[in-house]
């Protein structure tokens, strides 16, 4: 019995052996061609997009993105965008923070990135290298038809080369991972606005749930910020922004009920969208709810984008706020806040460096959250689904529940193509 095992053994080995030769082999001739290296300045996870931004040297035309994949050498290339500088070329794999490469489109595999240029005429060939401080990461798919794929991306060096790379294989998804988070404001002693004896805390918990069961027919896994009617914290370890990066939630919907300091007949819905973001999610979720349920488009003129969506930055006076508030708590005052951030705490923390989080400087003295400076989040959205100070809107809202929520779900389910 020893002997078989013995032998089994060595055949295991011998295979094993042979594997890295072959992988030996590849990434010698992979490298064999290359024409030298460029450097990755930033790289990120939003959502479901994976992005790049670098330099390299020289003026370089027609720049794309390859994944090459290692097994049989197909390549899948990505659209980049360029700009000179110096004697640089400065490229980037997105305009807009929840465009670029698609995760979920990456077929099982492993690959080699590099970066393309046409010159004379020739394809010439640029390995990766990493200059961030940030190391690997690593994504899991959307469930789908109960099944996930697990993606690292990861920087490598082969001899002199130093290359980014990244694997696409099945896998489980493990328990603390989530498709999506649902966050329903306020809680506990914080009811946030209220009308006629209702509370919008309830009201946003009652949709969440149902919300919640609907998407998980569809086979979603999702989590909740909070199950019952309690407060919880917005920073730290039970902290409503934390739920996004634990889980790394492909979606983080918060959902709030309006209120206006004048009465409003008619109320309507609203999307907030993070600055800087294609619409077309948002823009999907208001023209459900308006053509699925008996509300309008909110007639708010004030950061409106476009019918039901909305885009608010902060303003001076808010970031001279933020820094009084600072001070006044004894913390450094966050130094990345700017007019072109976005006003809503809850989109603006959750999407990592990407959607300018800062968790503000409170986190070098308690490191409390882990994910300060984060290069991966949350995609994030607050929707106000209506006024409850509006007796017809809030009427609509008690009533027209299963609508409002069928409504949302058809859009996510187009959203993230399931
Ligand atoms: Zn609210």
Not at 372 to 383: I, V
Request: net charge negative.
């Amino acid at each position: 019995m020893k002997k078989i095992i013995f032998v089994f053994l060595i055949i295991i080995l011998l295979s094993g052996c042979q594997k890295e030769n072959m992988q030996e082999e590849k990434l010698a001739s992979t490298f064999k061609d290359i024409s030298g290296e460029a450097r990755v300045l930033v790289f990120t996870i939003y959502g479901r997009f994976f992005n790049l931004e670098g330099e390299i040297d020289g003026e370089k035309k027609d720049l794309t993105l390859v994944m090459r994949n290692s097994s049989n050498d197909e390549e899948v290339e990505y659209k980049v965008f360029t700009r000179k500088e110096d004697n640089k070329t400065i490229f980037k794999t997105n305009e807009l923070i929840n465009d670029g490469i698609n995760l979920e489109q990456v077929l099982e595999g492993n690959y080699i990135l590099f970066l393309k240029s046409t010159e004379d005429e020739k394809e010439i060939y640029y390995t990766l290298n990493n200059k961030t401080d940030y190391k690997d990461l690593e994504y899991y798919t959307i469930t789908k038809n109960s099944s996930n794929r697990k993606i690292n991306i990861k920087f490598n060096k082969y001899q002199d080369n130093n290359y980014m790379s990244l694997d696409c294989l099945k896998s489980k998804l493990p328990k603390n991972i989530y498709d999506i988070v649902l966050d329903p404001g306020h809680g506990g002693k914080d009811v946030g606005a209220n009308k006629n004896g209702k509370y919008e805390s309830q009201i946003n918990l009652d949709y969440a749930l149902s919300l919640k069961s609907s998407l998980e027919k569809l086979g979603l896994r999702v989590k909740l910020t909070r199950e019952k009617d309690v407060s919880i914290p917005n920073y730290g370890e039970d902290g409503r922004v934390n739920f996004a990066y634990e889980t790394k939630a492909k979606l983080f919907l918060s959902i709030h009920q309006n209120s206006a300091i004048y009465n409003v007949q008619d109320g309507g819905v609203e999307v907030y969208v993070p600055n800087h973001a294609n619409t077309s999610f948002a823009e999907s979720v208001v023209k459900n709810i308006v053509d699925m349920t008996s509300t309008t488009y909110s007639k708010n003129k004030s950061n409106k984008v476009k019918d039901g969506v909305y885009m608010r930055t902060l303003s001076a006076a808010d970031i001279e706020d933020m820094q009084k508030e600072a001070l006044k708590n004894g913390y450094e005052p966050y130094d990345k806040a700017s007019t072109d951030s976005t006003y809503y705490f809850i989109i603006r923390e959750t999407g990592g460096i990407v959607s300018g989080a800062y968790v503000d400087s409170r986190n070098k003295e308690k490191p409390w959250n882990n994910y300060y400076d984060s290069n991966y989040g949350s995609e994030s959205y607050l929707f106000e689904l209506g006024y409850i100070n509006s007796s017809s809107n809030l009427d609509i809202l008690v009533k027209e529940k299963d609508k409002y929520v069928e409504a949302i779900t058809k859009s996510i389910k187009d959203y993230l193509e399931i």
